[in-house]
């Protein structure tokens, strides 16, 4: 089944790239977010809820961060290394059938 999902992709072994790739910019957002939240939460019982969600944010951005530079997919100290990935996964990208 995986593999009939990926060929429909056209992304074969990529789509965990793209999904790790998906989570960690949502975790980055997630982080922002909930720091700019809690700057303007008005009582101390929200300021207390929203630093518990920003710190689950910042935990989800580091295992995904993690899980990436595991699998090869992020390269945070090799720049270019990583400008390779990004051509790579835009040119896939690019090439995707249009709907």
Request: proline content about 4%; glycine content about 4%; hydrophobic content about 40%.
């Amino acid at each position: 089944m995986n593999e009939i999902i990926q060929n429909m992709t056209g992304m074969g072994d990529m789509s965990d790239q793209v999904i790790a790739t998906d989570l960690l910019i949502a975790a980055k957002s997630a982080v922002k977010m909930y720091s700019f939240a809690v700057t303007e939460a008005a009582t101390p019982e929200l300021r207390t809820t929203l630093h518990s969600q920003l710190n689950n944010a910042i935990n989800m951005h580091e295992q995904v961060t993690d899980y990436m530079i595991a699998k090869g997919y992020y390269h945070p100290y090799n720049f270019n290394e990583q400008i390779k990935i990004d051509l790579t996964t835009s040119q896939t990208a690019l090439n995707l059938p249009q709907p």
